[in-house]
């Protein structure tokens, strides 16, 4: 394994047990502005002194939530999406690269399958789509259904 995988990994798992919290933030896409969160480096503040290891975010969000202070969060970079707008609300698309992810700072990356849905081939293709070789971070894949 890479020396940058490594270190990118140790800031997503706890490094005694290699566990981890990861709190997924992704929701405000899909969903639009979500009751209760109107500060988001607040949140993320709490979130890492209540013990949380890492968040997962678009980039979007990671943009408006860059901390000078507290506790140390491991990224997870989202790169798909939909809305619930949508007549396919199933169908995520991919709408951010592992490069973008990297040039964000992220610790990881992250593609969402809704397995069973009729676009879950072109879903599963999206989520096999290879990074440049001079990148290699941690891949974290949600499918449900």
Known sequence: MY????IRLERILDRNDHRTI?????????MGPLPGIRDMRTTLFNLAEGGADCVLMHKGQIRCTFRH????????????????????????ALVASVE?????????????VNLGDPDEE???????????????????SSCPK
């Open 100 to 112: 973008e992810a990297i040039r964000h700072g992220a610790d990881g990356v992250s593609v969402h």
């Open 22 to 30: 990861i709190v997924p933030m992704v929701h405000g896409v899909s």
């Open 69 to 92: 202070e507290g506790r140390d969060l491991g990224l997870i970079m989202h790169m798909s999406a939909s809305t619930d707008h949508s007549p396919s609300a199933n169908s995520k």
């Open 122 to 140: 072109r879903m599963l293709a999206d989520l096999g789509v290879s990074p440049s070789p001079h990148f290699s971070p941690p891949m974290v």
């Open 3 to 6: 020396l940058g995988k490594q």
